[in-house]
């Protein structure tokens, strides 16, 4: 007991320095160099009052720590884990982004198919954002990078160790899982398949058949709950947990860590499942998934981390369901990756000759937009029940067996690719600055927030002046009037030199922004936005009113052009957004002062003697590592 308070007056005095605190943390945000740009509150502190203010907090800290210490009551314990937090927070991020789609807007009102499109694409690449920060987590949780990489010797470990560095001093987070999948396929003696595909699509069942056993557990709900790898070996199962420790258990318990129903939410904090089995083909390894598509989005975030890690990917779409977004977004992600795929429609037993066909026809038209012509994927059927061999049969033998009986010089293919590719990433992470340091780093986010903030307020006054600038255009068309001309070329004229005018003002302040530093940088390349609204071509004719007094003109060109604020309002708004975007690329485009850029270019320099290094990897190093087999 505390001195001379009861338990409840301790949890009260407790209760209300952690409010204190999380004031206290208010602060100590506001005080950060660099504010988020969604922050209510303006950048309006001197950096002598930040340093001022960050002193007071550590102040009003240590006096309430001096506080309960005098009142002899125990510190808080911080029985939260910072990396729980942090991932929680990421998975929910991705949850809200999944939320915001065409569909979920049109709640809201009518929405532009174009603007839903638009909307729906950018919530997906923030999604694959916000998996990326998840991903650093688990770096260290499957025994730390670095460590990792250390223990890889030869060229390759020359240039993963040089990559981690520049990752690591530059801050370039989407360097990290290339670097992971890298790594790990430099250290792997099979070639790994990774089977995809969305919930209860068939992807354990499709592996059973593949090894010969009923290895994975199947079922009709969600049952893969993390990432299982399936290789030939003695009957087997290695469970690694996120703590580094390691179980190995008999294949009969592999439900109880793999299965959404005996391992809820991955309560056991399993961090992947490694299964050896004696049927299995040599020389390949397969990795079933979790899958996507369901309310767990940490299944669906595992899915989408672990491609990358495979050298070939199958993607399942079951029969009779439509292809959705996450499909898709596999096979893109596959093909992004460098990775080459095949789609399989799954469970064919259910359809006949005719619907086989027409839902082989329907995945290639809906994938042909997304991969164009020349980057089209092999679609097949298959099944895994008995009496509907033919598909399997194909499968393994046109696809599977090729793979197993060239795998060594495949995995040395795979691992020379992601190197390159690992290579590539890292010198356009570099080009898109990086990580900024000191003050001259410093100086340049600042002119960067400020021009967006000014370009902010000028896009929102133009995206909310379609009213204004009806008035004018109607004092154009009067004008023409006036002179006894057609007004509809003033008033268009009048339209686009608003439009006008606002890029103009942008662009004047991105231009300010690049030469607003000691050093001045050269013109943006990017084109910008064209202001040509579909409604602009409708406006042919506005013949001037016969017989019309000139004090009632005004007025009646106001009328003949008021069906116009509609329109109006909403090209003014999209090309707000669209000015808003432009500007916010071309500040990306700015560049820190010399000693930065001449640190980026020693950058480059190095990048491209790693990659020569690359074309000396897998001749007898990888071999030597890699032993051939055959599929058996």
């Known amino acids: ?90 998975l929910f991020g991705e949850i809200s982004l999944s939320e915001l789609e065409t569909r979920s807007l049109r709640g809201y009102g009518a929405i532009d198919e174009a603007a839903g499109a638009e909307v729906t694409a950018l919530a997906a690449d923030l999604q694959a954002f916000m ?21 890889i010797t030869g060229e390759v470990g020359t240039i993963l160790k040089a990559i981690l560095k520049i990752s690591t001093e530059r801050g370039l987070a989407e360097v990290r899982p290339l670097l992971a999948a890298a790594a790990e396929r430099a250290q792997a003696t099979t070639f ?6 969305r919930v209860s699509s068939g992807k354990s069942s499709l592996i059973n058949a593949l090894v010969g056993g009923d290895v994975l557990p199947v079922g009709a709900t969600p049952v893969t709950a993390v990432p299982v790898r399936i290789q030939r070996g003695a009957a087997a199962v290695e469970v690694r947990l996120r703590d580094g420790r390691t179980e190995s258990v008999p294949v009969s318990e592999l439900p109880s860590y793999a299965t959404e129903e005996h391992n809820p939410q991955n309560r056991r904090d399993v961090l992947s499942i490694e299964v050896t089995f004696p049927s299995a083909p040599e020389g390949l390894r397969f990795l079933d998934t979790p899958g996507v598509g369901s309310l767990a989005a940490s299944g669906s975030a595992q899915a989408f981390a672990w491609l990358p890690r495979c050298d070939f990917g199958v993607v399942l779409v079951a029969a009779g369901t439509p292809l959705g977004r996450d499909e898709t977004a596999l096979v893109s992600g596959l093909r992004h990756a460098g990775i080459d795929c095949r789609v399989l429609v799954s469970k064919a037993d259910l359809l006949d000759g005719a619907e086989t066909e027409q839902a082989t026809r329907y995945v290639r038209s809906e994938l042909e937009p997304l991969l164009g012509p020349k980057q089209s994927v092999d679609i097949l059927p298959v099944s895994t029940r008995p009496g509907h061999p033919e598909g399997l049969r194909q499968f393994r033998g046109e696809v599977l067996e090729a793979l197993a009986a060239d795998h060594v010089r495949r995995a040395n293919h795979a691992l020379k690719a992601r190197l390159r590719r690992l290579i590539a990433v890292t010198a356009a992470a570099l080009d898109g600055g990086g990580q900024t340091l000191g003050t001259a780093g410093l100086d340049l986010e600042k002119r960067r927030g400020a021009a967006a903030e000014q370009i902010g307020r000028e896009t929102d006054r133009l995206a909310g002046s379609a009213g204004t600038v009806l008035e004018a255009v109607a004092g154009a068309v009067a004008r023409a009037w006036a002179r006894g001309e057609d007004g509809a070329s003033a008033g268009r004229t009048a339209i686009q030199a608003v439009a006008g005018r606002a890029l103009a003002s942008v662009r004047e302040v991105v231009d300010g922004a690049r030469t607003g530093g000691a050093e001045s940088g050269p013109a943006t390349k990017r084109v910008p936005p064209l202001f040509d609204p579909e409604f602009l071509d409708a406006l042919k004719a506005l013949p001037p009113p016969r017989y019309l007094p000139g004090f009632l003109r005004d007025g009646a060109a106001r009328r003949a052009v008021a069906p116009l604020l509609p329109h109006l309002d ?16 071309a500040l990306k485009e700015l560049r820190p002062p010399d000693e930065m850029m001449a640190s980026g270019l020693v950058r480059h320099e190095e990048l491209a003697a790693l990659e020569t290094l690359v074309e000396h990897v897998g001749t007898s190093e990888a071999e030597g590592q890699i032993h051939a087999h055959s599929f058996r």
């Open 1 to 90: 007991m505390s001195l001379g308070l009861n338990e409840s007056q301790v949890r009260r005095v407790l209760s209300t320095f952690t409010y204190v605190d999380d004031l206290l943390r208010s602060v100590e945000s506001l005080t950060h160099p660099d504010p988020s740009p969604f922050a209510r509150e303006r950048p309006d502190l001197s950096p002598d009052e930040c340093r001022l203010l960050l002193s007071f907090v550590s102040g009003a800290r240590s006096r309430m720590i001096a506080a309960l210490d005098r009142l002899e009551i125990p510190r808080p314990e911080q029985n939260l884990s910072a990396r729980r937090s942090v991932s929680t927070a990421l």
């Open 131 to 151: 998996r990326r920060g998840i991903d650093l987590l688990r770096e260290e949780e499957a025994g730390g990078l670095a460590d990792q990489v250390a223990g």
């Open 192 to 197: 790994d398949v990774g089977v995809f595909g």
């Open 570 to 585: 909403q090209a003014l708004a999209r090309f707000a957004v669209r000015l808003r975007a432009w500007s916010e690329g």
